[in-house]
């Protein structure tokens, strides 16, 4: 069974650097796709940046060249972090952990519909 757990989330000025990171275990490695999503109350969930287990990454374009996902398998548990850097307000959000397992092991795109598997989200907020 798949268990997610964020944790890293807080506040920082805008200009600045945050990395949160989420435990994932019960993944099949191989066989699945992980991802970051983020989300505003009032406003659907949206796709931030996805890893595949070949390692192939995508970044959702207003992220691009500011956040970078990692992907770590230690003890049975992936460890997905997300540094993010350049930091702005418009980034202030609820971030979510996505896990699909099994599979190809390739991911489908930014479709929060794809992923099974939610962690509990963490706060990340940017001050002007």
């Known amino acids: 069974q798949v268990h997610l757990v964020e944790s890293g989330g807080g506040s920082v000025e805008a200009g600045g650097s945050l990395r949160i990171s989420c435990a994932a275990s019960?993944?099949?490695?191989?066989?699945?796709?992980l991802g970051w999503f983020r989300q505003i109350p009032g406003k659907e969930r949206e796709g931030v940046a996805i890893?595949?287990?070949?390692?192939?990454?995508?970044?959702a374009d207003d992220v691009e060249g500011r956040f970078f996902i990692s992907k770590d398998y230690a003890k049975n548990t992936y460890t997905l972090a997300l540094q993010m850097h350049s930091l702005t307000p418009e980034d202030t959000a609820m971030y979510y952990c996505?896990?699909?397992?099994?599979?190809?092991?390739?991911?489908?795109?930014?479709?929060?519909?794809?992923?099974?598997?939610w962690g509990q989200g963490t706060q990340v907020t940017v001050s002007s």
């Open positions: 996505a896990a699909r397992s099994g599979g190809s092991g390739y991911c489908s795109g930014f479709y929060s519909s794809y992923f099974p598997n």
């Open positions: 890893a595949d287990a070949y390692g192939n990454m995508e970044y």
């Open positions: 019960g993944v099949t490695p191989l066989q699945h796709c």
